[in-house]
């Protein structure tokens, strides 16, 4: 049964905040690891327990983690909010989560091995330099802002994984090179990501119900909307090249049968000059 006016309006709201909300739960569950161990960092730092020694066992425990379960996690709700952008609501969330969860389970684990080196190598350095070596701040702060491109480049690498059938090594140079070539949606997605993530930690419950799948959501409408221009541009690109080579090709026929008219006209004229043999 479709409701109509205002009713259908109001059932269309419910029907997508339980969507957004369940995705959000099955993610959730499929993190539990990674971020029982960011509640307990938080609640280190709030409280103000525990040594560096505490500190650092939990940073490890968080880079141990994060490749093996929220990767591969955020990956099943990219596959999720993939079919959603594309305008396939009638979906069954469930089963396209753990089906996206188990095809891109090996990439997503790789993919967050290596993300989760750079992240604590780039840590690492923009800590020393900031904080021990302040003649060296400006490397710090270069090296501030390549973590956030890599950190953004990341949400792309999930798009890629997700939409398209690629080796690991084409994931992560098309990723790179996406983010890269589109900074004005690298920028959007930055911009809307740290907005999200910012009421999140004004009204912490709603990571539960809803943020990770907003920020999802957000990251692949700027990839799809950068897929569909450069697929756009591609096909421009063909078509002009088939005009191109179908101009030639009349060219050449109007060339040749120029050439023949020459040929009949000489053989109608006998009485020409003609050079000795």
């Given at each position: 049964?479709?409701?109509?006016?205002?009713?259908?309006?109001?059932?269309?709201?419910?029907?997508?905040?339980?969507?957004?909300?369940?995705?959000?739960?099955?993610?959730?569950?499929?993190?539990?690891?990674?971020?029982?161990?960011?509640?307990?960092?938080?609640?280190?730092l709030a409280t103000g327990q525990g040594g560096v020694s505490e500190q650092v066992t939990l940073n490890w425990a968080l880079a141990i983690t994060a490749p093996f379960t929220v990767f591969p996690a955020t990956s099943a709700l990219f596959t999720v909010v993939r079919k959603w952008v594309m305008g396939n609501t009638d979906i069954s969330t469930f089963k396209t989560f753990f089906k996206g969860y188990k095809e891109?389970?090996?990439?997503?684990?790789?993919?967050?091995?290596?993300?989760?080196?750079?992240?604590?190598?780039?840590?690492?350095?923009v800590t020393i330099y900031m904080t021990r070596m302040p003649d060296f701040k400006i490397v710090g702060i270069l090296m501030l802002v390549l973590m956030i491109v890599v950190m953004v480049s990341m949400f792309n690498f999930f798009s890629v994984v997700v939409h398209y059938q690629m080796t690991f090594k084409q994931v992560m140079s098309n990723s790179i090179l996406l983010t890269i070539a589109r900074p004005i949606r690298v920028?959007?997605?930055?911009?809307?990501?740290?907005?999200?993530?910012y009421i999140g930690l004004k009204y912490p419950a709603l990571y539960l119900v809803c943020i990770p799948s907003l920020i999802a959501m957000v990251a692949f409408?700027?990839?799809?909307?950068?897929?569909?221009?450069?697929?756009?541009?591609?096909?421009?690109k063909k078509q002009r090249e088939e005009e191109e080579r179908e101009a030639e090709q009349s060219d050449e026929t109007e060339d040749s049968g120029t050439l023949s008219e020459k040929i009949d006209a000489s053989k109608e004229s006998p009485d020409e000059e003609r050079p000795r043999p």
């Open positions: 049964m479709e409701f109509k006016g205002a009713m259908g309006g109001l059932y269309r709201i419910t029907e997508w905040i339980s969507r957004i909300a369940f995705s959000n739960v099955l993610w959730t569950i499929c993190s539990i690891p990674f971020l029982f161990f960011i509640f307990m960092k938080f609640i280190m891109n389970y090996l990439k997503s684990m790789l993919g967050g091995l290596i993300y989760t080196v750079l992240f604590f190598v780039m840590y690492f350095d920028f959007t997605t930055l911009v809307a990501g740290v907005l999200l993530a409408f700027n990839f799809y909307a950068t897929y569909s221009k450069l697929q756009l541009q591609a096909e421009q």
